[in-house]
């Protein structure tokens, strides 16, 4: 099945700073990558995505890029806000039809 | 409405004890699962359901059972409570599957329940 690394495991960044989660995965038929925010006691909740015929997707302050050939995608928040304290997952959805395998999270902390 | 709704919030259960994690969805989709997160594990997937009638296993399903009598529901069994079942439980559904449409998973709030 699907393995997804994901990296650093804590994260803390100035306020206005930019931060990058980045996460491996090992399905070279993984074909879709979410990236899930949760805050403390709330569910996950989706922030961005990409497919994989997409190598760079934005929104606002938040991008996800993805290099297909290396197997890994990354996180950018851009001029962090003490409000993007929270846990961050990636995910892949792997070849096996209704699998989405997750990392194991990063706890990102922004000082104001 | 009301999305992904799970039934209950907080429990705790003696050793040996069975229980029902309810999951309900109001938004037709088609596919639903259940998560455990534990500290520093993320989300693993315990079990699974691409329709009603079908379900399969996930990475960690031992311990648990599920059904899929309709497309709604998707109740989660815990046949005989162990401290290791203790955990947030998570419910979540995507109106599809498939690559290329409605991927989005979306989560119900969390149950979190201790086994002692």
């Known amino acids: 099945g699907e393995n997804v690394e994901q990296h650093p495991s804590t994260l803390s960044v100035q306020e206005g700073d930019s931060a990058v989660i980045k996460c491996t995965y090992s399905?070279?038929?993984?074909?879709?990558f979410p990236w899930y925010k949760q805050e403390l006691g709330k569910r996950p909740q989706l922030i961005i995505d990409?497919?994989?015929?997409?190598g760079e997707k934005k929104d606002q302050r938040i991008a996800v890029t993805l290099n297909k050939t290396a197997k890994h995608f990354s996180l950018h928040i851009t001029e962090t806000q003490p409000e993007d304290s929270a846990v961050y997952f990636c995910?892949?959805?792997?070849?096996?039809?209704?699998?989405?395998?997750f990392g194991r999270g990063t706890q990102l902390t922004v000082w104001p | 409405n009301a999305g992904v709704t799970q039934t209950p919030k907080f429990q705790v259960l003696k050793t040996g004890q069975s229980m029902t994690l309810q999951c309900a969805q109001d938004?037709?989709?088609?596919?639903m699962s259940w998560y455990r997160q534990d500290p520093g594990m993320g989300l693993r997937l315990i079990h699974y359901?691409?329709?009603?009638?079908?379900?399969d296993q996930g990475e960690v399903p031992n311990g648990y059972n599920v059904s899929r009598s309709t497309t709604e529901d998707f109740p989660l069994r815990l046949l005989s409570a162990a401290p290791s079942q203790t955990s947030v439980y998570f419910c979540?559904?995507?109106?599809?599957?498939?690559?290329?449409?409605?991927?989005?998973?979306?989560f119900g709030e969390g149950s979190w329940l201790t086994v002692v």
């Open positions: 979540a559904s995507s109106y599809s599957i498939t690559p290329g449409s409605g991927n989005t998973i979306y």
């Open positions: 399905d070279s038929a993984s074909n879709y």
């Open positions: 990409i497919r994989s015929n997409v």
């Open positions: 995910a892949a959805r792997g070849s096996t039809l209704g699998r989405l395998y």
């Open positions: 938004m037709n989709h088609e596919y």
């Open positions: 359901s691409v329709g009603a009638g079908i379900t």
